[in-house]
């Protein structure tokens, strides 16, 4: 019994001291604010989240066998007529006017292709008569459709801007003003996955003290959700948390969760969000690592959900900015400039059946439990397993439970950061290329809306139309070549009494040229008109204005080629099952080195050489329409390079060029982020080897520690023994990140490998 009773004295001694050193390390505020608590078994832990309240989220299985389908497809819709039969309620006029909207951009579409295939077909020599000719046609329609749909698009969303609000806009339910209904809770979750650390939290803390301003604290909670399993970046986002919440006084509001079993990636975290705490609040906010929104744009988008019961998702239109190199400014210019136009027709079309990009837009959370759990995609292979691009899915479902998603176009305050070069977003666009073409499995799920299914059908356009296209120039080129090695075929018909000749029309070629280009560059051009109509004070006036969409347009073209290129990789890759690397895009200006660039764009511009060289033995006439190809793939290297170089990117903001209003006129929670920013990373920020020797470090750690198994069992008691013997006799440094993240995980082995690097050094001083 005194053997016991001194045991558990002396673990009681340990533990006290051990709060002693998170108080004084770490500040009063832990102890004064409850954060320090007891487990079971009386050792120290911090309490990062509140308690959990358990909520049922099962996903259903997916029918993809396309017989099942269709059969319970029939079956859905006899059950259906015969419910409307019932009782047909009186469809909102939203629903009416999108398909009568759908229906005039159908039609447009259809009519410019044929049009502008019957101009390809009188360009052809032979007017579509060979099937090498034939399949160029096909091509060339499905292309110019693709094309068509984004010009109508853009124009609908410059005639949108330039009238005002959309009257079945979201925004337009709810007067300006109106406050959020003192019953609503709503969650504000961040997940995180091996991020930078200090760019996390400098944002997050913005977005936390805009949230303050509005006098709505109260009636949000923050979640940051993490999925790291790199050693470094969870000791540094445990302190990162502390500091946080005594910056800005929020403990008991602002809450830390780090997954130890990590399944379904993003989705999966948010799904165990919804879990353990969904139920607790009406709505929950995604953000991304990298987004930034103002308490009134949040407020705003809580206000308008409170209005409409019937909405499931309204998506915010984020504004890219914070990055500085070359690249990363472009693409921001762009996308401020163009953007706008391409959400606002999105929404014009779609309404209430529109994207969900997966942040940045608020959620109800009652429906999205009970309708939106993902389950994995049946089957072997690339295609099958867990679902990558989850935001169109969850989406589709949402619709599919007769709640709408709606795009904010109008709401500003939303942010977020684009990959630095052309190679990191060249990475994340593999991953989403993979997502979108295992997406489309579900293209004839039973009950998907048709706009949901046509965003799965755009989804899978948006990268293969790069082969598309790439396969269009090889079959032209293969042309040419047939042409100019062959003797002319005058009777290509079986019974042909007359002779046909091949004919060239260059006139219609250039016609046909012409109007491709308007419908490429004239939304380029509007944008560029609306800016001006609305003040181009923000973009360092009229004339620079212009001068950065040339320049942009240069730029795009000579990108086009290169990311054609890669598409056609990615999309190969994907039908023969390679594997797609799973990483956090880079949220630092990274530039790339000129040994990367020569390994990544190596083939493309040999490519390039062997095109150039083989158009011009066949028909130097024919280089001209194929300079603004070569001339990309030649400039790989240096463009992918030089367009990463951040002292480029701040040389043009000097000059004027591609500059945004969020960069000359930043907003307060952009300027917030910024220099918390410079703060967090002017700070050295600690990593695995100080959670091991640092007292404090240790001590912040072993709270942190999840692993809190009894003691006694003898399996656990060897394993913690075997891990801590050979983290002492081989050395930390040398250990797997695997047990790394096991020994983090353990506040006891965490304590006794502490106590075997530090104690020798400290009788050592002592002597």
Known sequence: MSATIDEGAMRDGEATALERTLVQAYGPELDEY???????????CVQTAPAIRRTSMVPEPWVTNPFVRGWRRVRGKMHQRRAERLARPPEPRWKVAGRLRRLVLLVAVLAQTAVATWYMKAVLPYQGGQILEIAILLLFALLFCWVSAGFWTALMGFLQLLIGRDRYSISATVAEGVPISPKTRT???????????????????????????????DKFDFFILSDSYKPDHCVQEQRAWV?????????????????R?????????????????????????????????????????????????????????????????????????ATRVYGPLFTAGLHFWQLGESHYWGHNAIIRLEPFIQHCALAPLPGKGSFAGAILS??????????????????????????????????????????????????????????????HRAVFLTGVMSYLSAPLWFLFLALSTALLAVHTLTEPQYFVTPHQLFPIWPQWHPEEAIALFSTTALLLFLPKILSVLLAGVKGAQGYRGGGKLLWSMLLEVLFSMLLAPIRMLFH?????????????????PSRANNETPWGEAFKRHGLQTLLGICWGLLVAWLNPN???????????????????????????????????LFCIPEETSPPRELQDTERYNEENQARPAPGFMDALVDPAVNALARAFATGRHLAGHPLIEAARARLAREAIETGPDHLADPQRMRLLDDPEVLERVHLALVQPAQQARAA
């Open 261 to 333: 079993r990590r399944v379904k990636r993003k989705s999966g975290n948010i799904d165990d969000f919804c879990r353990r705490w969904g139920g607790e609040y009406d709505y929950m906010v995604v953000l991304d690592a990298d987004s930034v929104m103002s308490g009134e744009c949040l407020k705003r988008l809580v206000v308008l959900m409170d209005a409409n019961p019937e909405a499931g998702i309204i998506q915010s239109a984020p504004r890219a900015s914070g990055m500085d190199s070359l690249y990363a400014r472009v693409q921001q210019f």
């Open 187 to 217: 969650a504000i979750v961040m997940p995180i996955c091996n991020e930078d650390v200090g760019r996390v939290f400098a944002g997050l803390r913005a977005t936390y003290e805009s949230v303050e301003r509005t006098g709505d604290l």
């Open 568 to 584: 056609t990789r990615f999309v190969v890759a994907a039908f023969l099952g390679w594997k797609v690397q799973w990483k956090s």
């Open 390 to 451: 989850h935001d169109f899915v969850e989406a589709a479902l949402m619709r599919r439970a007769g709640y709408g998603v709606w795009i904010a176009y109008d709401l500003p305050g939303s942010y977020e950061e684009l990959p630095p070069n052309l190679l990191d977003e060249l990475q994340r666009d593999q991953r989403w290329c993979q997502g979108n073409l295992m997406n489309f499995r579900l293209f004839l799920i039973n009950g998907l809306h048709p706009v």
């Open 622 to 656: 024919f280089l001209w329409w194929m300079i603004p190809i070569l001339a990309s793939l030649l400039l790989a290297i240096p463009l992918s390079v030089l367009s990463s170089r951040v002292s480029l990117g701040q040389g043009a903001f000097e000059d004027g």
């Open 34 to 44: 409850g954060v320090i608590r007891r487990d079971e078994a009386g050792r120290v």
């Open 243 to 259: 500091e946080l919440c005594k910056a800005v006084k929020g403990f008991g509001r602002i809450h830390y969760r780090r997954r």
